[in-house]
């Protein structure tokens, strides 16, 4: 999905641009601390997944019929529900369940190992060519997470699933540049939300026909915080990702969008008490260090992933 060009020295383009792509940073580095205060007020994964999908699809709905955004021929629609329905589900019940059994600055920081897993992956089955260049950072990404768990506080499985959901993720965006290719950024992201959230449902019916209902908000602080996690965490990250990408460029885009790991432990520090341990900062550092290398030196499909 490229880049619609930008007319040389739009400076105040170039400025809106980058603060579409921050917003959208901190609008994605915040769902961490927005779902552990739900499931504080607890609510599990089940129902935090299914409202978060639910709303967003409303509302994404609404901006497709308000942009007059028309819905592809169902042969291109079925691969991208499919992306929703078992990638990106799979990814967010791996992340949600990874904040209850590790600190929220550790999962963020494990999930942003994606890039160097969407370059392994790139290469491998897209046959794209991995340099020298792109190597190291690799081997850097590595080198960081490995300290990041090293010296953060987590257990095993914590860790396991904050991993799993970096995994799952970058072959959701892998696969996702070839069969969105030419479609509609906002009919994507609406597709992949709409068949998330039913297949959502679909487990929390299964749940409650089992006799182990979902457990959703018990107070109007729970309910507040899945509305944002769908509402700002969701459909603003996503819009304004997009509109940040048509001023920017892929690059600029990507590189920014590294803000999000920075806001997740900013938070988790100021909001849920949690602290960095010095190996932790140290490996954290790495770990972006390679992603802005990567997305510098490596076109990859990375470079266009929405957040959602």
Do not use: K, N
Not at 72 to 92: D, H, K, T
């Amino acid at each position: 999905m490229s880049a619609p060009a930008r007319p040389a020295g739009a400076r105040p383009g170039v400025l809106a641009g980058a603060l579409l792509v921050a917003l959208s940073a901190a609008a994605f580095g915040s769902m961490a601390i927005f779902g552990v205060w739900a499931q504080e007020d607890g609510v599990d994964t089940p129902a935090l997944i299914f409202v978060r999908f639910a709303l967003a699809s409303v509302v994404l709905v609404g901006v497709m019929r308000v942009r007059g955004v028309a819905l592809p021929p169902l042969r291109r629609c079925l691969p991208v529900a499919a992306m929703g329905g078992i990638g990106y589900v799979g990814q967010s019940y791996c992340y949600f369940l990874a904040l209850e059994h590790a600190q929220a600055s550790l999962v963020a920081l494990l999930l942003y190992l994606f890039p160097a897993f969407v370059a392994v992956l790139a290469a491998v089955f897209l046959r794209e060519h991995i340099g020298p260049v792109t190597a190291a950072a690799l081997v850097l990404a590595l080198a960081g997470s490995a300290l990041v768990v090293g010296g953060g506080s987590g257990r095993p499985l914590g860790i396991a699933l904050g991993i799993g959901a970096a995994v799952i993720y970058s072959v959701y965006i892998t696969v996702g540049s070839v069969v969105t290719d030419g479609m509609d950024v906002i009919a994507v992201s609406t597709i992949v939300c709409v068949a998330a959230s039913v297949v959502c449902g679909g487990v929390v019916a299964v749940l409650a026909a089992a006799g182990r209902p979902a457990a959703f908000p018990s107070s109007g602080r729970g309910w507040g915080t899945l509305v944002a996690i769908a509402l700002v965490c969701t459909v603003v990250a996503i819009l304004a990702f997009f509109g940040g990408l048509a001023l920017l460029g892929p690059t600029s885009t990507s590189v920014l969008s590294t803000l999000e790991p920075v806001v997740t432990v900013g938070l988790a520090t100021w909001l849920l008490s949690e602290s960095l341990t010095g190996l932790q900062a140290v490996g954290g550092a790495l770990v972006l260090v390679a992603v802005v290398w990567l997305a510098v030196t490596h076109r990859a499909p990375v470079e266009s992933a929405p957040p959602v």
